[in-house]
C-alpha cells in the first residue's frame, strides 16, 4: 500500500478548499461536495479508501484480487451522490508545494468537512 504519512482531515479541509480543486457535478450541475474521509476518534487515524488491485487472466477468465493498491479520497456530491476519487500521492504533493499560508488558517480550525 502506498506510504500517506502525514495526512491529516485539515490538509484535507485545505486541499479541497482551494478553489481550483472545487467544481460543479457533472451529473446534477449543484457544486456542493462533501469529503468522505473521516479520523478514526480518540486515535490520529484516518479511514480512507482504496482500490483493490486484479490480476486478471483472460486465457483462464479468472480474476484475483491482490490487495489495495490505490489509496483515494472519495467525494460525494450533497445533491445526487456523484462520487469523485482523488489519489493520496496527488493531494500529498499538492499539500508539499503549496505550504500553508500564515494568514490563511481559517480552513485548519474548520471541524466541517463540507466543502
Ligand atoms: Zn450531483
Not at 460543479?24 to 469529503?35: F, L, R, S
Not at 462520487?83 to 493520496?88: D, E, I, K, S
Request: glycine share 6%.
Amino acid at each position: 500500500m502506498a506510504e500517506i504519512k502525514n495526512l491529516s482531515i485539515p490538509d484535507l479541509v485545505r486541499f479541497f478548499s482551494n478553489p481550483n480543486h472545487d467544481g460543479v457535478c457533472p451529473v446534477c450541475g449543484k457544486d456542493e461536495w462533501t469529503v468522505n474521509s473521516y479520523e478514526n476518534q480518540g486515535s490520529n487515524e484516518i479511514l480512507i479508501n482504496t482500490l483493490p488491485q486484479v490480476r486478471y487472466d483472460s486465457d483462464k477468465n479468472t480474476a484475483a484480487i491482490l490487495g489495495a493498491s490505490h489509496v483515494v479520497v472519495p467525494v460525494e456530491c450533497d445533491n445526487c451522490g456523484y462520487t469523485r476519487l482523488h489519489g493520496v500521492r496527488r493531494i500529498l504533493s499538492w499539500l508539499e508545494n503549496n505550504p500553508e499560508q500564515e494568514n490563511s488558517d481559517d480552513a485548519e480550525k474548520s471541524d466541517s468537512k463540507d466543502l
